[in-house]
């Protein structure tokens, strides 16, 4: 009791603590999402901190969005910033992020700290901690990272190495009162120098001497032997103090301790705090005092000391900290972020080479905003794709809300909304990230004559829905009849974009996707004929068809023409409408890929896409739970898709148009559809299997 | 001209308008849509009128509710109504409703005037007219009723026989000029008695007879052979005139004319145009007039007359009447209605012997109202389920709305409205019809081990799910984890209830429905052995299992917490759980029916069900873009289902339900299952097969 009253002082450090930014958890989200996914190993990052700059308050380490290793594809201006600067001394770090919060709570906290340790004594031991005495100082971050909630709990360690027998306090004074006026004037100016030296700023441990004639240089700790040689009036360890308090030193002098003690056995050691007011050395907040570093018995210079450096909470309970970003951040920022996520999860696990760019970035056109077209455009949403456009002429009745999902009953009443408004509006209620637009349009049909008061307006709304199709990357048909199918066909095969076709039965269903358009290979050369010998295309909605599209909706009963379905129906087939056009985005092939059989025991196109097989068609049955996948090749005698029927159009316009739409027969005639069929009077027989077939399409268009 | 002065007038008749009801329009979408279907043969229907009631207005032919035929399962007591009343004297009427509005277009308006007018010519010629005059005055509708739009057109005639000759006036005037005041009075008295008396109050045309002494009898027309015989002073045709104009006869008197011409070769004819006012005879009010109706050249009394009748626009535009009911309905009923309307439109063509009445009285209950969830809800109301109940503890994340269809964003910030509160919400803003309700409660798990304090509340959520399970008719288990699916499992095996679980994998899924409960043939017996020789029960979702369902949640990846599916697997999968359950619900067995498969080529169960085969387990996959149809029968070592299970739970009650939930191996070891996995280790080779199946169930579970 007594020789503690006599006996120096235990040298006692000021911990050092961190300030983890928002942004830290938002990057390290994207980073969590977008790159490591399921991977939990410990990653790299840097914290910033640097000497104490205000009289009443001590520095923090600090973590920012910067604090995280760079993305390779980021831009090089960006990774000066991980130099720091003055303020923003970088520091080493790692990470240690759990999967699950069982995992967080079973980490092996005094290991991982131990480790930690361990690299700072090792840097010591291979002489890499005077080459770069940043490593001295280092941090340990573990967290649990709850993605779907956006709340983050983490712990902060600065592992240190304590020496078995503590340092004790010989002196400790402001540095004013231990420099005389002419060596402090110098000091301060050479510590200035070296915070203002882009090569130096970021060297927060190095050596501070003073010549006999009171002048004072700074000088890199790899020169300390160099420095012990010359004769000083005055040698400090100087470093970076982030601490404030008048009578202790910032935590990084334990680290500091041990190396000197560790690399120049030196018993007494003088001690430089650094801080700063202002911007400018202040020596008044600054502290020079002197410690005792002796070794116990048994202990030599080479045992590795223990390590502390939690966080502590009264210096007892390890800091377990919890931040929510969901609190702050803007909520339909959150909601994007949180819609992404689910498409972030496929990639760490299911299927890690969907390419989630491209769906975000597909435009898609929606022909229809009734049932097909409410499932599709959700579909489609969470997919992650952003930009839907609705083509709707039709209101929102009152049978409407129940089977076309987007639709609430007030929609529907007072004469009912614009679908392709209404769609709109209620998209974005339920995802305010979305970016929908409407257009209220009929689509001009063929076989539907028109008196020549309407042609121009005809004419009209076939620029416009070929201009919409030129502005879109993907093209839904989605509506009621066959004949309303014929012009975005023909548009989509002339223009050559990704068509996907749904259309229902009472309780059965189609989904296909149309092939490239007949000029897809030989626009450049002009040279419609060239295709013939290419290989072959899948077939559109038309091309199984021996008949021209005509007035299929006059003369019918309610039952026809209310598309009487199974509730089931609509809901699979606008499913399955979607993920063939994810199929399609995600093939290498896109609108050019082949048709796969789900019954190819080879997997098809497996191994091309990451989503699996590729079909063309895909047929369906709720009275049998069955579906089954075709395949069909274009027709040369497709009314809506073939060579003829496109160069025709590109030829003729709106003189092609009028007449298809006016003259039943027109398109059959241009096709050789009238030839074929003479021809297959003469077979009768022959036919009627097929004229089957035809029935069945009939139905599914119903 | 000078003959035309000097000749007397041609009588004109004011025409007898039509006054439609909505509720005559009401009551026929009704029978259409629920009996007659696409059938559009003509229908019988009554019309009501009765003589002119007020000196400023004529009355009208009224079409009601009460105008269409009695349905035959309707009560006696309204079979009465039809009868009329003194102001409702029934007409007969046909209605030719038109599926369409080019049939209703194309429809010969004079052919059909013509007919009516040949069935007044008939029954003059028979006799019958005499029997039963109300069939003098007849009516024609026709009508296209777009019972999606609620909009009615349609047209009336009112068939008259026109002579060739028209009738000619000799003289009319108001009766109380033509009647003296004695006769009068007496004329009033016997009018009163004839129109008070149920037995005559329903016949339009009569005989009023006034003798010499001034006493006026009224008598039917059969009798009028008998009058002539007598010395009459006076002798009046009378008829019920709708008329009020003071110098015209109503329409009636068309026809009548031509009874009295055709049967009594009458060429004067003196008339009574019968009015009231305030219910009481009025002379003043009524008519007495004389015509002159005589035979053209060529014209016998055998002739049929042409026919006239249309409702006319300035006598000349056949009256095409519409009218909107949309306009007048209460918009909740009109939706109601409107929802229906699909159904009802099935079974016109598609599923004639569907039952419409059990699927809008089945209650169902949703455990989870998650993605899932919220599409079994939407495909339930479109299939006509009105009472839905949800139970689930969550709210309503960030990133659920785009995936949960019926969440929008508003619900999922300020932390998330509860699940089971925005589902209702969020249905009846779909469908105001709609009665859901919603329960905030965890279902409690098995493996999942509780302490003592929580044991009072964990069993009252068992409680509380054994009584809405109990309050159901049908269970969907929708619910994110294997465990949470094993206690209402057993509480409908334990109450026979329909269950349908549904899971998914990421583009995986699997929908079945669960088998009836193992004492659901002995209960009365209370012999749950009797069973073991019972034909075979469908499985349920762990009946295939050889492990107890666990804990499954702890220490999962946060892909593996946010069941990271394909977007459009949910929507399949719920679309199929309730087409599975429609099936059920459409099957005579039900619950007990027998599991299909999509590939037995005798179709199955088809005769038995209207919508096709009822499989047991559906599977199908995204990747592969099929699917399957399984068979399952339920095995006695069931976790979940078997009779060991189901007794234990009924004899031990709560002790048994903790057991199961604290002790892990508790439901092996009840079951047996410890034993067989035991016996299994032995064969390992065997065992590979089977536990490679059990990696997909598990995967599927995800």
């Known amino acids: 009791m007594s020789e503690k009253e006599t006996s120096p002082a235990i040298l006692q450090f000021v911990a050092l603590k961190s300030l983890v930014q928002e942004g830290f958890w938002e990057s390290f989200s994207s980073l969590k999402l977008d790159k490591l996914g399921i991977d939990d190993s410990p990653i790299s990052i840097t914290g910033f901190c640097g000497p104490c700059s205000h009289p009443q308050g ?138 203002n030296s882009p090569l130096t700023t970021g ?49 990084p002098l334990l680290n500091y301790l041990a190396l000197i003690r560790s690399r120049w056995n030196l018993e007494t050691v003088r001690f430089l705090c650094y801080r700063e007011s202002r911007g400018f050395p202040d020596l008044n907040l600054s502290l020079v005092g002197q410690a005792l570093v002796t070794l116990s018995s048994g202990e030599s210079a ?91 002429y039709g209101k929102v009745a009152m049978s409407n809300p129940v089977r076309q999902s987007l639709y609430t009953f007030e929609d529907s009443i007072g004469g009912g909304e614009f679908k392709a408004v209404a769609a709109v509006k209620r998209l974005k209620q ?28 005809v004419l009209a709304d076939c620029k416009r829905l070929s201009d919409l199709i030129e502005s879109h990357d993907a093209v839904f048909l ?24 749904a259309a229902l039965g009472f309780d059965s269903f189609m989904v296909m996707r149309h092939g490239a358009g007949p000029t897809s290979l030989s626009d450049d050369m002009q040279n419609l004929d060239m295709n013939k010998t290419n290989k072959q295309r899948l077939g559109c909605y038309f091309c199984n068809d021996v008949v021209a599209p005509q007035d299929s909706m006059t003369d019918r009963t309610l039952d026809q023409q209310c598309t009487v379905t199974r509730p089931g129906v609509a809901p699979i087939a606008g499913a399955l409408a979607v993920e063939l056009l994810g199929g399609i985005l995600q093939h290498p092939l896109g609108i050019n890929a082949k048709g796969d059989n789900s019954s190819s025991s080879n997997g098809g196109n497996n191994d091309d896409s990451p989503l699996g097989i590729l079909p063309h068609q895909i047929r369906g049955s709720l009275s049998q739970f069955s579906q089954i996948t075709l395949l069909g090749q274009a027709s040369d005698s497709c009314t809506a898709c073939s060579e003829t029927v496109i160069s025709e159009y590109r030829e003729r316009g709106n003189g092609f148009l009028l007449e298809a739409i006016n003259h039943p027969t027109y398109l059959e005639d241009l096709t050789g559809l009238t030839e074929l069929k003479k021809a297959a009077n003469s077979f009768n027989l022959d036919w009627e299997d097929d004229e089957t077939k035809d029935d069945d399409v009939a139905v599914v268009d119903m």
Chains 1, 2 share one sequence.
């Open 58 to 195: 001590s520095n923090y380490l600090r973590l920012s969005s910067e604090s995280l290793p760079l993305d390779e594809q980021s831009s090089i201006a960006s990774s000066t910033i991980i130099h720091g600067n003055r303020n923003k001394c970088p520091v080493p770090g790692i990470l240690y992020n759990t999967n699950t919060l069982e995992s967080f709570d079973n980490l092996d906290k005094q290991s991982l700290l131990k480790a930690e340790a361990n690299k700072i004594w090792d840097d010591i031991q291979s002489g890499k901690a005077l080459e770069d005495p940043a490593v001295l100082s280092r941090f340990l971050v573990i967290s649990f990272a709850d993605l779907k909630t956006w709340i983050f709990q983490y712990c902060v360690a600065f592992p240190a190495l304590a020496l078995d027998t503590p340092a004790s306090l010989v002196e400790i004074k402001a540095a004013s009162e231990y420099f005389s006026s002419q060596e402090a004037e110098s000091v301060s100016a050479a510590c200035k120098d070296w915070r």
């Open 203 to 251: 060297v927060p441990f190095f050596l501070v001497s003073v010549s006999s004639d009171s002048k004072a240089s700074i000088r890199h700790l790899k020169d300390c032997e160099a420095c012990q040689g010359d004769h000083h009036q005055k040698l400090l360890f100087g470093f970076y103090d982030p601490c404030h308090r008048p009578k202790n030193p910032g935590w």
């Open 302 to 392: 080479e045992t590795i000391p223990d390590s502390v450096g939690w966080e502590l909470h009264n210096k007892e309970k390890r800091v377990l900290q919890s931040i929510n970003l969901a609190d702050s951040m803007d909520p339909v920022r959150l909601a994007a972020s949180a819609v992404d996520l689910n498409l972030k999860l496929m990639k760490w696990r299911a299927v890690p080479s969907l390419n989630i760019d491209v769906l975000s970035s597909v435009k898609c056109l929606l022909l229809g905003a009734g049932t097909l077209g409410c499932e599709v455009a959700r579909l489609l949403m969470r997919w992650g794709i952003r930009k839907i456009t609705f083509v709707d």
């Open 430 to 457: 339920v995802f305010p990230a979305i970016e929908p637009s409407g257009v209220v349009m009929a689509i001009p049909m063929p076989g539907h004559p028109i008196s020549s008061q309407e042609e121009d307006s």
């Open 478 to 501: 989605l509506t009621d009849t066959r004949e309303s199918r014929w012009l975005p066909s023909l548009l989509c095969a002339n223009a050559n974009k990704i068509a996907i076709n």
